[in-house]
């Protein structure tokens, strides 16, 4: 989903993570608009994870949600929806 650049939801990934796919299928799903930025296939999202994450040492792995300055590891639904509603984020209408 490719939602304008002022989401509050950014989801890092790679064109073949499967949680990856889940995630983002969720999100559309519950019309949470987000941007999915492929850490592979463009190095300035790969260098911007870097930098949210602190450093390649802290890099465990594809999909890193940012939820409006929360960094979410791994596919995690109720980290993902706390995240969500304590930032207020409502679905978008399709």
């Not at 802290?58 to 969500?84: E, H, S």
Request: charged share 25%; glycine share 6%; proline share 5%.
């Amino acid at each position: 989903m490719s939602e304008p650049t002022n989401s509050q939801i950014t989801l890092y990934r790679t064109s073949w993570c499967a949680f990856c796919h889940t995630e983002a299928q969720w999100l559309e799903h519950l019309g949470i608009p987000f941007v999915a930025k492929d850490i592979e296939a463009d190095q300035d999202a790969y260098n911007e994870l870097m930098n949210k994450l602190g450093g390649t040492e802290n890099f465990r792995g594809v999909p890193v949600t940012d939820i409006a300055g929360d960094i979410v590891l791994g596919f995690d639904r109720p980290k993902l929806q706390d995240a969500i509603k304590v930032h207020k984020i409502e679905p978008v209408a399709a």
